[in-house]
């Protein structure tokens, strides 16, 4: 899909706004992938306090994957869902271990984004969404990973039906988004959407691309 000529200019308006991020690998692969579940349904302060907590009981992820999932559950308890974030932990990563005999998760350098994505998936609590999180910000790999901010200014911006779903946004976006493209706009919509395309009643005022949009009437 060749990429609209407004969400190029969405791309270079973003970036005048909010700078263009350079990527650098936040984690590792297995780490991003932990941070990542334990970032469900919470803020990214409680899960990276749940990660560091988690971190100091368990001196490496290998102890993880063998530690019961109540013991996890109990370090990483400040995230919210504790309960099942320790399953999908302990779970994924056994598995993981289990099937390549380490965590470093080099595999993932021999598969395509797809199928990457794929067998991530196959892992309890590994949504796209986190899969994607691991291949974009632990391997630079061109996936945008859509988050309610990502999902909701698209969705304002009418880059997405009103009633695509999660896995359908993915991709549509992840087909329209130019791969050079991919890091700095998901990086700066989340951004956006943190301070100014809020769920609710959006900031219009305060929007560099209000009149790009077409729910700009929402701020009426």
Not at 113 to 131: H, M, N, Q, W
Not at 154 to 178: G, I, T, W, Y
Request: charged residues 25%; proline residues 6%; glycine residues 6%.
């Amino acid at each position: 899909m060749v990429a609209p000529a407004r969400l190029l200019v969405v791309i270079r308006l973003l970036d005048q706004q909010y700078g263009r991020p350079g990527w650098v690998p936040r984690f590792q692969p297995v780490e991003e992938l932990v941070y990542t579940i334990l970032s469900q349904n919470t803020s990214d302060i409680n899960a990276e306090r749940s990660l560091a907590s988690l971190k100091r009981i368990y001196p490496d992820w290998e102890r993880v994957a063998r530690a019961p999932a109540s013991g996890i559950a109990a370090a990483v308890r400040s995230g919210g869902l504790a309960g099942a974030k320790a399953r999908y932990i302990r779970e994924t990563l056994s598995g993981l271990l289990a099937e390549h005999g380490s965590l470093k998760m080099d595999f993932l350098g021999r598969m395509s984004d797809s199928e990457a994505i794929e067998y991530l998936t196959k892992f309890p609590g590994v949504g796209v969404k986190t899969a994607s999180c691991v291949l974009l910000f632990s391997l630079g790999r061109p996936v945008m990973p859509v988050d309610t901010h990502v999902y909701r200014v698209c969705k304002r911006l009418d880059f997405l039906p009103q009633d695509a779903s999660r896995e359908n946004a993915h991709r549509v976006l992840n087909a329209m988004v130019p791969p050079g493209e991919t890091y700095s706009l998901h990086v700066n919509l989340i951004r956006l959407g943190r301070q100014v395309c809020v769920a609710g009643r959006p900031r219009c005022d305060r929007c560099v691309i209000e009149r790009l949009c077409p729910s700009s009437r929402l701020c009426d």
